[in-house]
């Protein structure tokens, strides 16, 4: 059974950092692209980078570029995603996602990435 767990979000202050976690089992790890995404109330879910085996470099939203980092460890089949200099308007609940084979940019990720985590929230107070 595919499942991916996300952890570590919580309540920052603007500046602040928090690191989240996304524990993946049930499927061979490094044959899977997992990317982030976040959603806030009323707005679409947005896709903000993705990590795979390619060796190719992350991308990343314009509105998290130079500020979140992804990385993974494939002994722990864990994806990070650092997030750095917290804006209030960074506050969603983020969520990672698996897809077999490699990152791609889409604006259906529900559609896109097939295994979904339950999400975790980040309120970003000012």
């Known amino acids: 059974e595919v499942q991916l767990v996300e952890s570590g979000g919580g309540s920052v202050q603007a500046g602040g950092s928090l690191r989240l976690s996304c524990a993946a089992s049930?499927?061979?790890?490094?044959?899977?692209?997992i990317g982030w995404f976040r959603q806030a109330p009323g707005k679409k879910r947005e896709g903000l980078t993705c990590i795979s085996s390619s060796g190719n470099s992350p991308d990343y939203a314009d509105s998290v570029k130079g500020r979140f980092t992804i990385s993974k460890d494939s002994a722990k089949n864990t994806v990070y995603l650092q997030m750095n200099n917290l804006k209030p308007e960074d506050a969603a609940v983020y969520y990672c996602?698996?897809?077999?084979?490699?990152?791609?940019?889409?604006?259906?990720?529900?559609?896109?990435?097939?295994?979904w985590g339950q999400g975790t929230q980040v309120t970003v107070s000012s």
């Open positions: 049930g499927f061979t790890f490094d044959d899977y692209a």
């Open positions: 996602a698996a897809r077999w084979g490699y990152c791609v940019i889409t604006s259906r990720p529900e559609f896109d990435y097939n295994y």
